[in-house]
């Protein structure tokens, strides 16, 4: 995965590159974001990549953003979290906002239902 990328990079590449115009609003709502950390693999993909929180004043979307060798980065809707691929580590966007309950689920090998698309 690329490890040049920090949050703001991040964030801001997704801003510009979301899977929806909801989402797009949303980054932009001024309500929280949350960086789950690195996923291999993502949901409903064999890419790397990491899990976004993006929350509006009504929903919340959980989107993934994947490292495809052969595309670069794209970014889709998730509607569930394979905890056991969590990939964790030093750098602040692997290791993510919340990394305690990141490795609390994935000791657990939790498969959590979550959002749903638009």
Same mark, same amino acid.
């Given at each position: 995965?690329?490890?040049?990328? /920090? *949050? %703001? ?7 510009? %590159? ?25 949901? %409903? ?25 052969? $595309?670069?980065? $794209?970014?889709?809707?998730? /509607?569930? #979290? /394979? ?11 692997? *290791?993510? /906002? #919340?990394?305690?309950?990141? !490795? !609390?689920? *994935? %000791?657990?090998?939790?498969?959590? $239902? ?5």
């Amino acid at each position: 995965m690329l490890n040049h990328f /920090d *949050k %703001n990079e991040l964030l801001n590449w997704l801003d510009h %590159n979301s899977p929806s115009r909801s989402v797009q609003r949303a980054l932009s709502s001024g309500y929280p974001i949350t960086i789950l950390g690195g996923f291999n693999p993502l949901p %409903n993909s064999n890419s790397p990549g990491w899990i976004v929180l993006v929350i509006s004043k009504s929903r919340e979307y959980y989107v993934a953003v994947a490292v495809d060798m052969f $595309r670069g980065l $794209r970014s889709y809707l998730i /509607d569930y #979290i /394979d905890w056991a691929s969590y990939t964790g580590g030093t750098h602040p966007l692997y *290791k993510g /906002d #919340i990394p305690g309950h990141a !490795e !609390e689920h *994935k %000791n657990l090998g939790t498969i959590e $239902r979550v959002g749903q698309y638009e």
